[in-house]
């Protein structure tokens, strides 16, 4: 009696009851003969656990069953290490017979392996699986084949699910999700088939196959079948569930279905999950603005915002340049976090530098325990981007001299830095150290060094790389173009133009500021306006002020000083500086008094503190009085 007392007193007292007082009760009336109400106790120690207390109890029963290995093995594989769990296994298999291992069992162990995603002993259980008959057992089965996803062998797990003649919901999820964690390798086709038919076969899915096969759409191209995903939600009406809601969400936001996840954010609670998800979508789809709003939202609502969220918030403020969002963003971070991981310290310089403020950026930097190359490379991109040139090989530099490794990204910026300051020197030890690192086939490196010798003047040896090239991009075309066109090659620019047409690579606006360029330094007005009629009609460019400047200076140049006016007053915005310089540059060369003064006046109207038109207009006086 004292022992079904106390069992009940284990299931029933809600855990009041600690089990080890029911254990020394149990040791003081005589009751641990009793195998149901030491299983009890293993269930309840198993239930807190606490796995020393329960290998006690169980070395102390007298009388042990199968119920007994089976929880013992259980609690052992989560709480105690796989080896502990294989080893009771291998003791129960020598008992024979009397106490073989059940499905619950093998169940387990099975669930061990996959937690220590151990296949190699996964594979042995599997084995003895078969050999006791309960492999086809569907919580066995479904458990194998989550096995097998968890220890990455996809064809295993296949074949598990497929020797399986009742698949449970769980053998379903299980290779379902197993599928989608291997999408790199071509699986998730696979996976939206599987998952089609199982709702043929009428096997309902649970949320986390819905959670699982929710992951497979990560483009727009798939926003049709990821509604389709969302209406069987509906229909089943588990689309309101806080953890499918923020699958949802983030699943939208992968496709681009703006519409979609503003519609789900109105009806979705507002909790922290949600709101990270709706943040991390518009994130991702460029509602820069929308996504600030929520993060003013969660703090006002005092929700706590994760770091990586953060870091999504960090993106944001680079494309809009707000630097004072920047300011709030971080603020926030030093006050809830202890400790800023180095990707989003890396991602702060990342912004900061964009937003123009290096001062902050240095002391973030400055600030970062753990340097690593991201980190070192975030600041120099800062240097470059803000024309800090020389500031920036000083620090590739120190990063040599420290014997850090430098990526492709870093060796890219570093050249760019050489192109700004036309550092030739500094040009071929960039180059040499790129042949050492073996990138020097990589087409963003070899774009690079073609810009920096073009920009350096040594076309020679921009050209010798270019012809290397397996693949030229529109960059290193550009780079070639205007090299030529500034070092007195106009011929072999309008050419090189040519050939990038035989080869159907699509020009862009910086071709077309190298190509007008040329035309107007050879007189070739016909030609420059053909050219910059082909930028509408033949390539849907629209011209931007400095391909104006450019016609402005064709004309000018040719003489041809009513056409340049007639084009000035045709752009459709206020023509700059530039557009004045270039004509008063012009005016200079051919004397023409009138409307050098006319164009001196608009620059000085546009930048009153700048003396060098009085210059020009005093020389162009002095060549007329001649």
């Keep these: ?96 017979e009397r106490d073989c291992p059940n499905s619950f069992a093998v169940g387990a162990l099975v669930a061990g392996c996959a937690r ?247 002391i973030v930097f400055n600030t970062l325990e753990n340097k690593d190359t991201i980190s070192w490379t975030a600041l120099l991109t800062c240097y470059v981007q803000n024309d800090l040139s020389q500031e920036a090989l000083f620090f590739f530099r120190e990063m040599v001299r420290k014997g850090l490794e430098s990526s492709v990204f870093c060796i890219t910026s570093v050249l760019r830095a050489c192109s700004a300051t036309a550092s030739l020197a500094c040009g071929w030890q960039i180059h040499s150290r790129v042949v050492k690192l073996g990138v020097d086939a990589d087409n963003s490196v070899e774009n690079a060094l073609v810009t920096m010798y073009a920009k350096c003047g040594v076309v020679g040896f921009a050209l010798k790389i270019f012809d290397s090239m397996r693949n030229r991009g529109i960059i290193s075309w550009n780079a070639l173009i205007t090299s030529f066109s500034q070092h007195g090659n106009e011929v072999a620019a309008i050419q090189l133009f040519d050939m990038m047409q035989e080869q159907m690579v699509c020009p862009d606006d910086y071709t077309f500021v190298g190509l007008l360029s040329s035309c107007s330094r050879m007189g070739l007005v016909a030609e420059g306006c053909e050219y910059f009629k082909q930028m509408k009609t033949k390539y849907n460019l629209e011209p931007k002020m400095e391909h104006y400047t450019c016609m402005v200076d064709l004309f000018a140049r040719a003489r041809r000083f009513s056409d340049a006016m007639k084009f000035i007053d045709a752009i459709p915005r206020q023509p700059d500086q530039l557009v004045w310089e270039a004509l008063l540059a012009s005016c200079r060369v051919h004397g023409n008094l009138d409307l050098g003064r006319l164009a001196a006046k608009k620059i000085l109207e546009i930048r009153p503190e700048d003396p060098s038109p009085y210059i020009i207009l005093s020389s162009i006086h002095a060549s007329v009085d001649m």
């Design 116 to 362: 220590a995603k151990d296949a190699v002993a996964g594979e042995q259980v599997h084995a003895s699986a078969v050999k006791l008959g309960v492999s086809e057992d569907e919580s066995v089965a479904g458990t194998l084949v989550d096995m097998y996803a968890r220890c990455g062998h996809v064809g295993s797990s296949w074949r598990a699910f497929a020797l399986t003649p009742l698949r449970s919901v769980i053998a379903w999820t299980s290779m379902i999700a197993c599928l989608v964690n291997h999408g790199a390798s071509g699986y998730h086709d696979a996976a939206i088939v599987l998952f089609k038919k199982m709702l043929i076969l009428n096997v309902w899915p649970t949320n986390a196959t819905f959670s699982s096969i929710l992951k497979v759409f990560d483009m727009p191209e798939l926003l049709p079948s990821g509604k389709q995903v969302h209406g069987c939600l509906v229909k089943m009406g588990t689309e309101m569930d806080p953890a499918l809601g923020t699958a949802l969400m983030a699943m939208y936001g992968r496709c681009g279905g703006i519409d979609e996840i503003t519609r789900l954010a109105c009806r979705m609670r507002h909790d922290v999950f949600s709101r990270t998800s709706l943040l991390v979508a518009y994130a991702r789809n460029g509602c820069n603005m929308e996504a600030v709003g929520v993060f003013r939202d969660m703090l006002m609502g005092h929700m706590p915002i994760d770091q990586s969220a953060i870091t999504s918030l960090l993106q944001v403020c680079s494309s809009l340049g707000q630097l004072r969002v920047v300011k709030e963003v971080h603020c926030y971070a030093l006050k809830v976090f202890l400790k800023l991981d180095t990707l989003l310290l890396n991602a702060m310089i990342t912004v900061y530098g964009r937003c123009g403020d290096i001062t902050c950026a240095e």
């Design 1 to 96: 009696m004292h022992d079904y007392l106390a069992a009940l007193l284990l299931r029933g007292s809600g855990g009041h009851a600690h089990p080890r007082a029911v254990h020394g009760a149990a040791v003081r009336f005589g009751c641990l003969a009793s195998t149901y109400l030491c299983n009890n106790l293993l269930l309840s120690y198993q239930a807190r656990g606490l796995l020393a207390d329960a290998r006690g109890l169980f070395d102390e029963m007298p009388r042990r069953n199968v119920v007994s290995w089976s929880i013992l093995i259980s609690v052992s594989s989560r709480l105690g290490g796989l080896g502990e769990a294989l080893s009771l296994f291998a003791s129960m298999l020598r008992c024979g």
